[in-house]
């Protein structure tokens, strides 16, 4: 196998003895992205029957070390060479352009955003990015949304945003039925719709959108997006962004992906990849960017 594949197929979130910041290889940044997990108990406000963090192993309680942050980061960054190559031994066999650094990425095995450190989490990697002015890496947030309209999380946010950074923000249904078949949330799908549109009007954002159908137990028959891309629920899908677009949101680019590893619930099956393309297409007639991932091996940044 092609190493740059194999890395691609691999997104582990450990690395040597660190405890929070890992390196991975990730098509959808175009190079390495170093994530960090800031979810060691992985607390999540979502359930998602497609999740692929191992939940029957617990979590441990955790109260962020910042210190210990900033020197995981620093020992990989000094890994990096002056044309922005990442020259970790791990990546040998990766070809160069490969292996550049795009990104830092808020992410791990839980909502990140639910953490009572993330405003300073957000001012430490903004104050380490300011210190590599020579690079041109992005700090990236990875959310489900469900907490961007809390004032603590919005100064973190804009810290991340303010010199080289994108949030990259989760919506896998249009209707509030699907949204808590898929997602499983206390919060609603029309909470998490505001929330985007409040972020694209003060910044572009990317969306990450999952699609998968559920099997029922014992049966062969699957449920979701039934009609393909022609469908009830894809159309009230491409109907929420071209609210959320509509609204004066800026929207980068549509991510779309399906199942890639083993999920934490085996009833979950991928669609196919004619959907994705021919939603793809239909989004793009809304005026949006929009990308397949993944089709063809696991494609996720610092996990999906």
Known sequence: MDPKESFHRLHPREYANFTYAYPVLSRRSGGVSIGVNLNLDKFC????????VDRTTPGRPQTLDLPRIREELEALLQSVDAQGVCRLSVFDAV????????DVALSGDGEPTMVP??????????EIQSG?????????????????????????????LSLRGEVWAKLDA???????????????????ESNLI???????FKVQSFFGRIKAPGSEAAQGWEGGADGAEAQAYLQRLARIHGSGARILEVQLYTLARRPSDVHVIAVDKPFLENLRARIETLGIP???????????????
């Open 117 to 126: 450190e993330f405003p300073d989490v957000c001012a430490l990697l903004h």
């Open 132 to 160: 590599h002015a020579e690079s041109d890496f992005k700090l990236v947030l990875i959310t489900n949304a469900t907490l961007l309209d809390r004032p603590k999380v919005q100064a973190g946010v804009e810290a991340l």
């Open 45 to 52: 406000n979502f359930d998602c029957p497609y999740c692929q």
């Open 198 to 204: 409040g972020l694209g009007r003060k910044a572009p």
């Open 290 to 304: 929009a990308r397949v991932y993944g089709m063809d091996g696991v494609d996720s940044v610092n996990g999906d």
């Open 174 to 192: 249009g209707t509030e039925d699907w949204f808590q078949r898929v997602n499983v949330s206390r919060v609603s799908l029309d909470r998490i």
């Open 95 to 102: 070809p160069d352009p490969d292996k550049k650094l795009r």
